[in-house]
């Protein structure tokens, strides 16, 4: 069966520093692979999406980049966090019609 | 232009009785999809019911029924004696055109809260 793995669940950070968060999809093959982010009380806003390994398309400017460096694995990276970074990240994957979330890491900038 | 609106911030609904989340999108793509997500508080996100634009029936899952109304762009959630665990948030979403490498765009939520 089809399981996706996120982490870390949280992580609190400081501003300026990095950040490397790691998700990966086992069960299946060329996955599109989705990173989300969520404010607090709001929807998800989609950040980054891949069809494919090295593919990555940009839904919004910002701090932050992506990379598909495996077929089954995507990661969400910035050199140097801000405040306003914070907020509840989300991966995905899809195939066909479905779609599968993470558990999430909860991310705080102080 | 929000692609999904959402109007109820919050809705309270008795245990037992069934509520409507309304949810409208916006596209002019004819292919496309609808879902509905919920949200417990620990995050994870639950897939709950799906609808495609060519279906002709409406979808249902359970207690889980989708009211789609195509001509009124409107993909609205009914769930059938609630349950306290319901409480939540929910989340419709829709995806356009193709499957391949197609992306939700979510609705801002409505956080239901089921009373005892």
Redo the contacts between chains.
Sequence with gaps: SQTIHQWPATLVQPVGSPLSLECTVEGTSNPNLYWYRQAAGRGLQLLFYSVGIGQISSEVPQNLSASRPQDRQFILSSKKLLLSDSGFYLCAWSLNEGYTFGSGTRLTVV | AQK?TQTQPGMFVQEKEAVTLDCTYDTSDPSY?L?W?KQPS????I?LI?Q?SYDQQNATEGRYSLNFQKARKSANLVISASQLGDSAMY?C?M?EGG???????????TQLTVNP
Excluded: V
Aim: proline share 0%.
């Design positions: 999904i999809g879902f997500y620990s995050g994870e996100m897939f799906y495609g989340f979403a995806r499957t391949s490498g197609s992306r939700l765009t979510f609705g801002e939520g």
